[in-house]
């Protein structure tokens, strides 16, 4: 059972252009609004490079290009994937990446980093872009997400453990913290190999 950010939160889809970035998916912003706090997802664009950017230093510091989930979104390239943000007012607060990843026969994204600005947590952001995720990579036909993180955290999104040994990142990975999201009944038993960025 899927719980709801604290308070709640109303969907309203918003009537403005989606931005488009990395996809030609069209995608429409959506606000949350929550007793407390208002915020809404979109597409990440270009000009919140340098924003997100400064999220991620923030939140992993310099070691964040040794991580091996950094090696995979590199394998991809930079025009790869998805990118997702949330805005309170203009101010961008939270990202997201899924890139685009081969696992045997196994259509997957790589979830990551998500990054919630510290002022912010707590408000069911990280949650709502884990949802905007899970619904982006469910309209591409995609089987999994798969990502390395704090399973306590992402239990509550749907994600368990990948079973050890099943499959391998091109560098070291906590196998602990290897978490994926079943898309597709059975693609979790059949995912097996080495995990490979797909150029976009
Ligand atoms: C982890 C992170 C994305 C959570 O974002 P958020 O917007 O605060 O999360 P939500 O509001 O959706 O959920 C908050 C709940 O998750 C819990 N939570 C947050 N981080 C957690 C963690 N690492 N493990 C377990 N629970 C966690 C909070 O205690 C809170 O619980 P509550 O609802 O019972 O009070 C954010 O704290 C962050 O950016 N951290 C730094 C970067 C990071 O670690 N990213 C994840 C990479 S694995």
């Known amino acids: 059972m899927r719980r709801l950010p604290r308070g709640g939160f109303r969907r309203r889809i918003g009537e403005a ?7 030609q998916e069209r995608l429409r912003p959506i606000t949350h609004a929550m007793s407390d706090l ?7 664009s270009a000009a919140d490079h340098d924003a997100v950017e400064r999220l991620h230093a923030r939140a992993f510091g310099p070691g964040r290009f040794a991580r091996t989930a950094y090696r995979i979104r590199e394998e991809a390239g930079e025009g790869a994937g998805l990118s997702f943000v949330a805005r309170v007012g203009s101010l961008l607060v939270a990202a997201v990446q899924l890139t685009p990843i081969s696992l045997g026969e196994t259509r997957a994204f790589m979830l990551g980093p998500l990054t919630v600005d510290p002022p912010f947590e707590g408000r069911g952001i990280g949650r709502a872009l884990l949802q905007r995720c899970e619904d982006a990579a469910r309209a591409l036909k995609s089987d999994l997400i798969l990502l390395v993180g704090d399973e306590p955290y992402y239990r509550r999104a749907g994600y368990v453990r990948v079973p050890m040994g099943r499959v391998t990142l091109p560098g070291p990975v906590d196998p602990m913290r290897l978490l994926a999201l079943e898309l597709t ?11 490979r960025g797909v150029r976009g």
């Open 185 to 195: 009944p059975g693609a979790l038993a059949k995912a097996q190999g080495t995990v």
């Open 17 to 23: 252009q989606p931005v488009k970035f990395l996809t």
């Open 38 to 44: 208002s915020f809404s997802i979109d597409a990440m």
